[in-house]
C-alpha cells in the first residue's frame, strides 16, 4: 500500500487487526471479528465499513438475511507510500509499522496464553528465533524476496491444496538494521 490516505485508514488499531484476522481467516461476519478482536459487533461493522470505503475489504451477500459475512480484498500487505520523502507520510508509515509489531505481539501472547491447550504437535512445531546477521542492504533485500517466494505457497487464502490437518499459523517476520549497529 502507498496511497497516503489508505495508510492513514490504516492507521486506526482496531482496522489492522479486523484485516489481519479477516486475512488468516477468510469471509467473517462483525460478529466474528468483534470476538476475535476483543470488541463490539456494531464496532466493527463501522470500521469494516470504512475498510471498504478504501477498497482494503469487500461485502459478500449475506447467507442468512441478517449478518453479512466480509472479505479482505488481499492476502497480505506491506506499507511502503508513495513519498517516502513526506514527512507526514513517513510518519503514518511509521505509525502503521509500530502498529502491525503491536498487533503481531499481540497474537504472540495470546498464543502463549493457549498453548496448554494446543496439541503437542503444535507446541513442538512452533518457533521464535532471533538471529543477528552480518549483511548488506543488497543481501537483505534479496534474502526477503527469497523469504516471500518461499512463503507466498502456503497463504492462507490463496493455498488451493491444504493437505488434512493444515491450520492457521501465524508468522512474522522482522529484518531491519539493528539501531545500536556503529554507523
Known amino acids: 500500500m502507498s496511497d497516503a490516505r489508505t495508510l492513514r485508514a490504516l492507521a486506526h488499531p482496531l482496522r489492522r487487526a479486523i484485516l489481519n484476522h479477516l486475512m488468516a481467516f477468510g469471509a467473517q461476519t462483525a460478529s466474528a471479528c468483534a470476538a476475535a478482536v476483543g470488541s463490539t459487533p456494531s464496532n466493527c461493522s463501522y470500521h469494516l465499513r470504512s475498510l471498504a470505503r478504501f477498497g482494503l475489504v469487500e461485502a459478500l451477500e449475506s447467507t442468512d438475511g441478517r449478518e453479512r459475512p466480509w472479505r479482505s ?18 510518519a503514518v508509515e511509521r505509525l502503521l509499522t509500530e502498529g502491525q509489531i503491536d498487533e503481531s505481539a499481540r497474537v504472540q501472547k495470546k498464543a502463549l496464553a493457549v498453548e496448554a491447550d494446543i ?65
Not at 533485500?141 to 516471500?148: P, S, T
Open 73 to 90: 480484498a488481499a492476502t497480505g500487505f506491506e506499507f511502503r507510500a508513495a513519498d517516502g520523502n513526506d514527512p507526514a507520510t513517513r
Open 119 to 183: 496439541p503437542t504437535e503444535w507446541r513442538e512445531a512452533a518457533s521464535v528465533a532471533t538471529y543477528a546477521l552480518r549483511m548488506t542492504a543488497a543481501e537483505l533485500n534479496e534474502l526477503g524476496r527469497h523469504l516471500d517466494d518461499l512463503i507466498r505457497p502456503y497463504i492462507a487464502l490463496t493455498r488451493t491444496d491444504p493437505p488434512g490437518g493444515s491450520e492457521i499459523v501465524h508468522l512474522a517476520l522482522t529484518a531491519f538494521l539493528h539501531p545500536d549497529a556503529p554507523r
